[in-house]
Structure formats: C-alpha cells, structure tokens
C-alpha cells in the first residue's frame, strides 16, 4: 500500500493505538518503523508510579525497545538495559515477538529529588555516565548476544544511533517522545502515551568495494551517510515534533504522509503490541524452593509470610513458609 497513491492523495487513517508501522520510502528506499503506545504503555507507567521523569524515561525505553525489537526476523527477545551512576541508575526495557512490552526502572530517590529541584530535566542528567546494553535472546538453547555503548550524559536515543553506527554500520535515526494526554473517553483522565520514529539506511545493493569502504572511514563518516537520498529523508523525519508522534488523533499513517509524502510512503501491516509479564506463582515458588531454612527465616514478613513483589508487573505473591519446604 502506497501512502501517496491514493485517489484523493491522501492517506487513509489507521486507528488505534498500541502498534509497530514499518514502512519504506518509496523514492530513495529508506526503511523505518513509527510506534504509538496508548493504553499499554499508560497501564505499565501507572503501575510503577514513579515521578514524571522517571515515567518518561521508561516510557522512550518501552517505545525504543518496540521499534528496534519488532525488526527482528526471527521469535526472540530483545532486552534494552541501561546501567549508570546518574540518579536513574538501572532501567530496563523488553520486547518478545511478535509485540509484548514489560519494562521497570531503578533510581536513587534522594538524588533525583536534588535533580528535581534544581529544574534540570535533560535525560543525559537523569541516566548520567555508564553504558547501554542491547541483548538479543533467541530463546531455547540458542546462544545471547549482547551489545554495549557508553552512556556519557546523553540521551537513550541518542546512544542507540551511536550503538548501530559502531556495532552495525547502520546510518540510523531515532526520535522518542512520551507525555500525558487528557484523555475525554475516561472521563478527563491524564493518560501516558509514547511513540518514536526509527529511519535506518540499509543498502540494497551488492557488497561494497574495499576502496570504498576505506574512503569512507577516511572521511569519519559509514557507507550512506552521505548518500544524498539519506540526508534528504533524515532531514525529513527530523522535523517531526514529539506531540506529532503521541497524538491520539494523527494516525501513525497520516503523520508518515505529511513527513515523507515528497517521496511516497509504501506501508507494511501493522503489528500489535501488548504488555505482558513472565511472573506465575509456581516460578516465584520455584525461585523460592532453591532456599534452606536459614535462608527462608531472613525472609519473613511480620506475620509470618513470606511476599514477592515482580519487579516488573508488581504482582505480590504470598506464601506460607511451610509451603516451600
């Protein structure tokens, strides 16, 4: 389906939130992604409950992890982990195919009220310097393989689009945005909502000459970059704005025309994505199981239970120490 070869010339709309639209422009043949999240990343913030930063942070990880995941060719996970000494020090994001999202975060309260106060709000701040972790996991007993890039005060999409042009040659843009929207069909609620744009420059021709490639390493720069057609449509897609890309009323669709209408749209089948957790009461009392009874007393509650939180989805699991042994 062709975005600008429409009778009225104009894109249909697609409805609903919650989906992974891939794409290709059709003049230059440069492949992208757009993710809007509504009800499933607005159910995962609200369930954490952590302050609007921290919120927002997640939320660019959950909308980064769908739009990098859902490229994947094969069933699998893909984990996006950040590790560092800034006041949202651990932070995590995983995506399993073909579209389910769990993600938690992990922050130093004291010295986030301190960032809070002094008004700063630029995520390089929040993450400060460590490293993001890109791990793809096949599952069965197929081996992991993971991928690291320095965190140094910079932003979540910016270390990606350095992790691809280090790791993979890969000319890549990425756009993140997350806000909360007054939603009128739940009753003037405040809704979280993300969505993000993903452009990367795969070449469809042949290998490349060596010369070629030496050229470009010369220059500082990957095979692409300066392909004409990738700077046209990269500076395209960098005029969308963050409201553009979590606004309920402009269908993923629509906002591809007005951004790449110039070079014509062609889009693939949108896929669903959904929350989920992996957490059961038999793992927890699996997980639980592997302790001795010295172990298990350090664990009791005040009445005599012993409680699981999941980090990720915060169901509670109680059980009776009995019960494990």
Known sequence: MSANERDDNKPSSIKGDDLVLPFQTVRSRISGRIVRLGDTVDRILKRHDYPDLVSEALGQALAMVALIGSGMKFDGRL?????????????????????????????????????????????????????????????GDMERYQGL?????????????????????????IRLAVARERSAASGGEWRWRAGGLM??????????????????????????????????????ASTVEDHELVD????????????????????????????????????????????????????????GTISVTCEFCSARYVFDPESLT
């Open 199 to 236: 452009l990367q420059h795969v070449s469809h021709e042949g290998g490349r000459a060596d010369e070629e490639i030496a050229a470009a390493e010369e220059r500082g720069v990957m095979l692409g970059e300066e392909d004409d057609h990738w700077q046209r449509v990269s500076i395209l």
């Open 149 to 173: 890039v320095a965190l140094e005060n910079s932003t979540l999409s910016e270390a990606a689009i350095t992790y691809f042009r280090q790791s993979e040659q890969l000319p890549t843009f």
């Open 248 to 303: 309920s009323t402009l269908s993923p669709e629509r906002l591809l025309y007005r951004l790449f209408h110039e070079e014509g749209v062609r889009v693939q089948p949108a896929r669903a994505i959904s929350e989920y957790c992996t957490c059961s009461r038999e793992r927890v009392s699996g997980f639980l199981s592997r302790f001795g009874s010295a172990e298990l007393a350090d664990m009791h509650e005040p009445d």
């Open 79 to 139: 984990i996006l982990q950040t590790k560092s000494d800034g006041p949202l020090n651990f932070l995590v994001a995983d995506f399993a195919t073909p579209g389910s999202l769990r993600g938690y975060a992990s922050f130093e309260k004291e010295r986030f009220a301190a960032l809070a106060l002094s008004g700063a709000n630029a995520m390089g701040q929040l993450l400060g310097n460590g490293h993001l972790a890109m791990t793809i996991d096949p599952g």
